[in-house]
């Protein structure tokens, strides 16, 4: 089986395919700067959309999402945005945990696993 690599960099790969599987790596919002946790989560989904998108995939068919929170009182508004963006009867499983982030701007990192 061959493994496909998209937007390689010196230290990840943003995207990973193998066996009909897809690896994103963790996503965050770009324009970080002043945003709140649910409008990064609203930018980072839109990523996650287009990346997947990019491969043949889609978040009907995500399996698993693995998010990060810098202060779990944003839980909230996380959801809000998860919530209006995951479709109903495809959600995925997941896990949501608190986590000190790469950068003090950043809110919520996700990374997804998807079908193709």
Request: no cysteine.
């Amino acid at each position: 089986m061959s493994i496909q690599r998209y937007h390689v960099g010196p230290r990840l790969s943003e995207i990973v395919v193998h066996n009909n599987t897809v690896y994103l790596a963790g996503q965050v919002a770009e324009a970080t700067l002043k945003l709140g946790v649910k409008a990064q989560t609203e930018e980072t989904l839109g990523m996650i959309d287009r990346l997947l998108g990019e491969v043949g995939s889609d978040k009907t068919k995500i399996l698993t999402a693995q998010i990060w929170l810098a202060d779990m009182a944003d839980y909230d508004g996380m959801n809000e945005a998860w919530s209006a963006w995951v479709p109903q009867g495809h959600t995925p499983a997941r896990a949501t945990v608190e986590s000190k982030l790469a950068s003090p701007d950043y809110k919520v990192e996700i990374k997804i696993v998807a079908a193709l």
